[in-house]
Each structure stands twice: as structure tokens, then as C-alpha cells.
């Protein structure tokens, strides 16, 4: 499995790249550090990466009323990555559908 795992593109996100256009967000291999995700960036979108900040989200308990009773589950742990770009630079994600 490589990296970067895909992009994220949720209105908070989405809000953040209009606030300030060289950064984008990223869901990440939760064992990846800082410069392999700098590297894999670098080298997926031919982009100049100024700097990379992580954050790890931990699984939360979900549970649910169904008619044959209640179901629980676990939402799975993650990390996400927030990476700078040099200014002037940006990604496109939608290029190629």
C-alpha cells in the first residue's frame, strides 16, 4: 500500500484551500512520516511541498437503532496530512475523471 491513500475533499477542507490556496489535505498511511509524505506528494503531483503537518484521529464507538436491535461498530483510526505548497503551485484533483 502506498502513502498517500487519497485526498480529502470535504466542505471543511474545501473552505481551507479557498482561505489559503496552497494547501491541500491528504488521508495517509498511518505508520508514514513527514518526509515520505513530502516525497510521495512531491513525486505523485509534481509539486514543490514547503512543509507537512499531521494529525492522527483515533476510531470512535458508533451504534445505531435498526428494527432487529441495536447495532455497534467502530469507526477505523487514521492520519491526515495537511501539505503546503510553494506559492503558486496547486493541485487539481478533478483533472483526469
Do not use: C, W
Not at 54 to 59: I, K, P
Not at 81 to 96: M, P, R, Y
Request: net charge positive; aromatic share 8%.
Amino acid at each position: 500500500m502506498g502513502i498517500i491513500i487519497k485526498p480529502i475533499v470535504t466542505e471543511k477542507q474545501t473552505a481551507i484551500t479557498k482561505k489559503t490556496p496552497n494547501r491541500f489535505g491528504f488521508r495517509v498511511s498511518p505508520n508514514a512520516n513527514k518526509l515520505e509524505i513530502r516525497k510521495a506528494v512531491e513525486e505523485m503531483y509534481h509539486v514543490s511541498v514547503v512543509s507537512v503537518n499531521t494529525m492522527n484521529y483515533s476510531g470512535k464507538m458508533k451504534s445505531r437503532y435498526t428494527k432487529s436491535g441495536v447495532i455497534t461498530g467502530r469507526q477505523d483510526s487514521y492520519k491526515k496530512a495537511i501539505v503546503t505548497l510553494k506559492e503558486g503551485e496547486t493541485i487539481d484533483f478533478f483533472s483526469n475523471i
